[in-house]
């Protein structure tokens, strides 16, 4: 039998090993994330990025990735068009008079849809502006941050109540998913890229 209870040399070498793939893993990403910052403020689409981080649960990395994954949010006329685009409206079954509808339909980028499903699970405390998430908001048109706002109170608000009835919680943070596309939509109509 083997005493597990003190590493044999192999496991302390497999745990440095690990150690130093997700300490370069990390250095990796900052190296990206400093460099989407340098480059960001010359995109073109720059107002929009930042326009989208005055979001509750949209970081710079997630506005930029949403972006240029989605492209041009305006050419979607109705929130509704974008919501099917990601695959986050319910799939239908129709038969004759009935209608059943069931799971998400997945269709569309699952790029975007999984970033803004992490986003829906910053919805899950009360509505607050913190420190970070003012500063963000600092250089923004009114209308942005008012609608950023509405869309904290109702989707926190809503998160809770779906809770309460007892929805399992990655069922209700796709559901927040989806109306955070809305909100993500109208913030989009509201700013224009920059003119090149």
Known sequence: MTDLSFPT?????????YRDT???TERRIARVTEQLRQLAPTWRWA?????????RGVSFITAVALVA????LTRFGHPRELMAYLGLVPSEYSSGPSVRRGA????GNPHARRLLAEAAWAYQGIPRIGRQ?????????????????????RLTTRFRRLVARGKAKPKVATAIAR???????????EVSPASQ
């Open 22 to 24: 997700i300490d370069e």
């Open 133 to 153: 998430h003012a500063y963000r908001q600092e250089a923004l048109p009114k209308g942005v941050c008012d609608i950023a706002w509405k869309a904290q109170l």
């Open 9 to 17: 040399p192999a496991q302390h070498i497999t745990l440095h090993e």
């Open 179 to 189: 109306e955070l596309v809305g909100f993500i939509w109208a913030i989009a109509q």
């Open 69 to 72: 994954e989605l492209g041009d």
């Open 104 to 107: 998400i339909t997945k269709a």
């Open 47 to 55: 107002p929009v990025v930042a326009a989208l981080q005055a979001v």
